[in-house]
């Protein structure tokens, strides 16, 4: 691939990542393009960028996930390149062959890695082939009820029956036992088929007990592939990511090292460009620790900047010079970890209510700033989280010399997040993180589910900086609480991202 200069490069994505993306490209000298729904005129991302393209109605099919909308949106802004971000259609390999066709350059990787990456059953047999350990597991040849069935029992019970397509805990069935099977890939394969439009299914061993680690990595079209160390994924629910940090306190420095290299042996494998994640189960403990390849996503993940945080490295930056054409901006042997770094997911959801989605006005949103706390959000208050998307508000990262400090200072910076209008997983935050088994990194896959009623009861915990801002409010913020329809204050958005970290 030969080099080339970016100038105007569309972002098909909203929210929090849409205006990371921005913020990258305004410091790379390159112009933005935002798109927006109906729903989302007026949000914060289509105001802060250079340009900003009308893709349609609210619903996300006929806007984001729209795959001829968002290239018409390109052509009409005249962009030269397209960042999908992470969600919609960041993993769609038709996507990314549509953009290539329309002479878009797409910041990610080549249209046929995605396709074989984003089949579990394609990736596994790749990373066999590669000497990366996997899972075990059986792919059925007969893809019927009962040919799965027969594989999970060949396999022995328990086991995990899961989609090909797609990830993030859709279409994905535990079953410990032969009389539940075919109720469990029956519902799985529904869920896949609906989710993501193919309902093949393959089986695996069920790992109990396991770590979620996963590797970041990088590659050029030079030949030139790195991996930028681990990050621990562990804390979830159902599946769905809460907390991340890195280092991984529950890895070695001789598992990272194993781990690092099986990373690398698998983008090299798969033919990657830009950067992606390889996905690993561990079990065991200490050095004798064993892991397993999980899957590779191949896209910007939702908690990179805690890898940002520990290596002093801009991801997204280098996503676009790796786009351009340019070699990696770093060796290996210049990548190292420098202290650590937490990730909180505050979403606008209600744990005490089966952690329910809500929708509705930020009244009061303040984000907590000082040294080490960076808040990447999509939001300013008097915004509107609208019932049509991801009801994620925010991201915390808190970065600090030692675990336990970064810790301290994310529950500071939660405890200092005022936040009204609608419910919020802040408190669950908090109670998770004072979690005596976090706080001694003692985790695993299910720890979250295990211990979910005793992290969700006791209903909200007094927020100290909620309680200051509800007694002297400024005037934005007297005005959104005394009328949720009061105009909003103009300022200049950037002003608010000054949480932000490289």
């Known amino acids: 691939m030969t080099g080339r200069t970016l100038r105007r490069v569309l972002i098909a994505n909203r929210g929090e990542i849409a205006l990371r993306l921005i913020r990258a490209c305004r410091e790379a ?27 349609g109605p609210a619903r996300a ?19 030269d390149a397209v960042h999908p971000g992470y969600g919609f259609l960041s993993e769609r390999a038709e996507f990314a062959r549509t953009c290539e066709d329309a002479g878009l350059v797409f910041v990610g990787p080549p249209a046929d890695v995605i396709e074989r990456m984003g089949s579990k059953i394609a990736a596994r047999e ?40 797609g990830g993030g805990g859709k279409g994905m069935r535990v079953v410990r036992q032969d009389a539940d099977a075919f109720e469990a890939i029956q519902a799985a394969r529904r869920e896949a088929a609906a989710a993501f439009g193919d309902g093949a299914l393959y089986v695996e061993r069920l790992i109990e007990n396991a770590r979620h680690v996963e590797i970041q990595v990088f590659a050029d ?24 940090e890195s280092p ?3 890895i070695t420095l001789l598992v990272r090292e194993r781990m690092g290299a099986a990373a690398v042996a698998a983008t090299r494998a798969a033919g990657y460009r830009n950067a992606g994640t390889i996905e690993f189960l561990v079990e065991g403990e200490g050095d004798a620790a064993r892991f397993y390849f999980l899957e590779m996503n191949t896209r910007l993940q939702v908690e990179h900047p805690v890898t940002e945080e520990v290596t002093g490295v801009d991801l997204v930056r280098a996503q676009l010079a790796v786009a351009a054409g340019q070699p990696l901006p770093w060796a290996q042997a210049d990548l190292v970890q420098r202290g650590h770094a937490i990730e909180c997911r505050i979403y606008a959801e209600d744990p005490a209510n089966g952690f329910l989605p809500q929708a509705g006005p930020l009244l009061l949103y303040r984000e907590p700033a000082g040294p080490g706390v960076r808040i990447d959000s999509g939001f300013q208050q008097g915004d509107t989280v609208d019932v049509n998307y991801d009801p994620l508000i ?40 004072e979690d005596e088994g976090v706080r001694q990194g003692r985790v695993d896959t299910g720890y979250v589910d295990r211990r979910i009623e005793r992290l969700t009861d006791g209903g909200e915990i007094p927020l100290e900086a909620v309680a200051a801002a509800a007694l002297s409010p400024s005037p934005v913020a007297a005005s959104a609480i005394g009328a949720s329809d009061a105009p909003r204050t103009e300022r200049d958005p950037w002003s608010t991202l000054s949480g932000w970290g490289r």
């Open 29 to 55: 000298r390159i112009e933005s393009v935002a798109v927006y729904s109906d729903a989302d005129m007026g949000s914060l991302h289509a105001r802060s960028a250079d340009y900003a393209v009308r893709l």
């Open 394 to 433: 925010a991201k915390l990262i808190a970065s600090a010399e030692t675990r336990e400090a970064a810790i301290e200072r994310a529950l500071s910076a939660l405890r200092n997040f005022p936040l009204l209008g609608i419910r919020t997983n802040i408190a669950f935050l908090i109670r998770l993180l």
């Open 248 to 250: 991984s306190p529950g």
């Open 221 to 244: 079209s030079h030949g030139n592939v790195v991996h930028l160390f681990e990050r621990e994924c562990s804390l979830q629910r159902r599946h769905q990511k809460i907390l991340e």
């Open 126 to 165: 790749l990373m066999q082939s590669a000497d990366v350990p996997v899972v075990p597991g059986q792919t059925p040849a007969d893809q019927s009820d009962a040919g799965v069935a027969r594989a999970a029992r060949a396999i022995g019970y328990p086991v995990l029956v899961k989609a090909s397509a």
């Open 61 to 79: 099919s006929e806007s984001y996930l729209s795959i001829p909308a968002v290239i018409r949106a390109a052509q009409e802004a005249q962009a």
